[in-house]
């Protein structure tokens, strides 16, 4: 049933009430045994949902039976100034947000008067809250109310469902005159490529931009609320390992700029035919072609090694001591990103990962500043690492201590990588032998894709 259809049936009672501090299109019925919410309403509800402790059958409008069995305990329903608990089950019914059944009608004993389309809710001290149904010629409501605040756009949830992305954050940027020329022409120019069309799609996202180091403007859009009712791919992202290991043995590297989006090939002669093919285009001013080493993902790669970006170690080098909890996460961030190059990392970081927990007093000491800076200059001249051949067999040394687990992965001789960690709380307590089998357990854990069908040798 919709909105439009309540409002003429007299045996219904429809108006708009807070739920949660947001304001939701509320129906009152005793058609049904239990109080319903629609499913995107319920993001705001800012509750878990739980078990119901039974499983209850709906018949949906196409003769259909869906099964529920979870409910949303504790949801506050404001009425009239009136705060009232209230138990909802999700469904998707799409024309009201709330509807409220048999269960809190008869728990608050309330009646509903269906031709003065009137509910009467008993309140303490034999007073009746008497509400009535707001109708589309009205502007005041003729009921025992508090003062009504001014809606937000973000609070009505009928409207909100067709501009969510004008509230609060999502509010269009103002550029300027300069601003909206550039975000013409850049529309204009995609729009003749046929790679955007009109539309008049109630959806909307902010648009920024950013400018690049050739002076020139790149278009960035904001899709955060559009990307919350998005359905996700359900498949793997690739790991930055693995991409490493797939530049072993090569000798030549190619880097294109697309405008527009990225393709990947082995060749460079098929990756060029494949972008005339699709009518891709790329700034040739910011390709690169037949390199000996190339950028990528903060790293220099060759075909036989692997080190750290110097645009980052410059950064490192001019990091100041950390004063705020924000600034030492940040710190860490950093240089545990490029934690593979820097052997016993953990047992380094502990000084300044302690520093994280929140029931500890913020303290900059002697021991914090002496690993900060031991840890910058291990960063500052990091170990160049070799890329893993996987047709070779491989090496682990690992060790334990006190502290954590490390250990470092070899071959031919030269360093792969590097791994460590603290120790929990229970292995502090293991014997000498149990911990150096917990190095071995944790080196095969984290490298055992390495190992498989390989003779390769632990050392101590």
Same mark, same amino acid.
């Given at each position: 049933?919709?909105a439009?259809?309540?409002?003429?049936d007299?045996?219904k009672?429809?108006d708009?009430?807070?739920?949660n501090?947001?304001?939701?299109?509320t129906?009152?019925?005793?058609?049904?045994?239990?109080?319903?919410?629609?499913t995107t309403?319920?993001?705001?509800?800012?509750i878990?949902?739980?078990?119901?402790?039974?499983s209850?059958?709906?018949?949906?409008?196409?003769g259909?039976?869906?099964?529920?069995?979870?409910?949303?305990?504790?949801?506050?329903l404001?009425?009239?100034?009136h705060?009232f608990?209230?138990?909802?089950?999700?469904?998707?019914h799409?024309?009201?947000d709330?509807?409220?059944?048999?269960d809190?009608l008869?728990?608050?004993k309330?009646?509903?008067?269906?031709?003065e389309?009137?509910?009467?809710?008993p309140?303490?001290?034999?007073?009746?809250l008497?509400?009535?149904?707001?109708?589309?010629?009205?502007?005041v409501?003729h009921?025992k109310?508090?003062?009504?605040k001014?809606?937000?756009l973000?609070?009505i949830?009928?409207?909100?469902?067709?501009?969510e992305?004008?509230?609060?954050?999502?509010?269009?940027l103002?550029f #300027?005159?300069a601003?909206?020329?550039e975000?013409s022409?850049?529309?204009?120019?995609?729009q003749?490529?046929?790679f955007i069309?009109?539309?008049?799609?109630?959806?909307?996202?902010?648009?920024?931009?950013?400018?690049?180091?050739? #002076?020139?403007?790149?278009m960035?859009?904001?899709?955060?609320?559009?990307?919350?009712?998005?359905i996700k791919?359900?498949?793997?992202?690739?790991?930055?390992?693995?991409l490493?290991?797939?530049f072993?043995?090569?000798?030549?590297?190619?880097?294109?700029?697309?405008r527009t989006?990225?393709?990947?090939?082995?060749?460079?002669?098929?990756?060029?035919?494949?972008?005339k093919k699709?009518?891709?285009?790329?700034?040739f001013?910011?390709?690169?072609?037949?390199l000996q080493?190339v950028?990528?993902?903060?790293?220099?790669?060759n075909?036989?090694?692997?080190?750290?970006?110097?645009?980052?170690?410059?950064?490192v080098?001019?990091w100041?001591?950390?004063?705020t909890?924000?600034?030492?996460?940040?710190?860490?961030?950093?240089?545990?990103y490029?934690r593979?190059f820097?052997?016993?990392?953990?047992?380094?970081?502990k000084p300044?990962?302690?520093?994280?927990?929140?029931?500890?007093?913020?303290?900059w000491g002697e021991?914090?500043?002496?690993?900060?800076?031991?840890m910058?200059?291990?960063?500052?001249?990091?170990?160049?690492?070799?890329?893993?051949d996987?047709?070779?067999?491989?090496i682990?040394?690992?060790?334990?201590?006190g502290l954590?687990?490390s250990c470092?992965?070899?071959?031919? #001789?030269?360093?792969?990588?590097?791994?460590?960690?603290?120790?929990?709380?229970h292995e502090?307590?293991?014997?000498?032998?149990?911990?150096?089998?917990g190095a071995?357990?944790?080196a095969?854990?984290?490298?055992?894709h390495?190992?498989?069908g390989k003779?390769?040798?632990?050392w101590?």
């Open positions: 049933m919709g439009e259809e309540a409002r003429q007299p045996n009672m429809m708009t009430f807070t739920l501090s947001h304001y939701a299109m129906l009152f019925d005793y058609g049904a045994d239990y109080s319903f919410v629609f309403f319920t993001p705001l509800l800012d878990e949902p739980s078990n119901l402790g039974f209850y059958e709906i018949e949906i409008a196409s259909q039976l869906v099964e529920i069995n979870k409910v949303i305990r504790g949801c506050k404001k009425i009239e100034g705060i608990d209230i138990d909802l089950i999700p469904f998707g799409e024309s009201f709330v509807i409220v059944e048999m809190w008869s728990r608050h309330a009646e509903i008067g269906y031709h389309k009137v509910v009467w809710i309140l303490l001290k034999d007073e009746i008497r509400v009535l149904e707001e109708r589309p010629e009205q502007k409501r009921s109310s508090e003062k009504v001014e809606h937000k973000k609070d949830v009928v409207v909100r469902k067709f501009f992305s004008n509230a609060d954050h999502e509010i269009p103002s #300027g005159a601003g909206m020329e975000l022409s850049q529309l204009r120019e995609l003749d490529k046929g069309l009109p539309s008049l799609s109630p959806w909307g996202a902010p648009v920024l931009f950013v400018k690049k180091k050739n #002076g020139s403007f790149k960035c859009i904001d899709y955060k609320e559009l990307n919350k009712l998005t791919n359900y498949y793997p992202l690739p790991r930055i390992d693995d490493f290991d797939q072993q043995g090569l000798r030549y590297f190619s880097k294109i700029d697309l989006k990225e393709k990947q090939e082995i060749h460079l002669g098929l990756i060029l035919e494949l972008l699709e009518k891709l285009y790329a700034k001013s910011k390709c690169e072609f037949w080493e950028q990528f993902l903060r790293h220099v790669i075909g036989d090694s692997l080190h750290v970006d110097s645009s980052e170690i410059e950064a080098k001019n100041e001591a950390p004063r909890l924000s600034e030492i996460c940040s710190f860490l961030r950093l240089v545990g490029y593979r820097i052997d016993n990392f953990s047992n380094l970081a300044l990962t302690i520093l994280t927990q929140k029931h500890l007093e913020y303290i021991e914090q500043e002496r690993e900060f800076q031991t910058k200059d291990k960063l500052c001249n990091a170990h160049v690492l070799a890329l893993p996987r047709l070779e067999n491989f682990v040394y690992r060790d334990a201590s954590g687990l470092v992965q070899m071959q031919r #001789g030269k360093v792969i990588a590097y791994a460590s960690r603290q120790l929990k709380i502090k307590n293991y014997t000498t032998h149990d911990s150096e089998l071995l357990v944790f095969l854990k984290i490298w055992r390495y190992f498989y003779n390769s040798v632990c101590d």
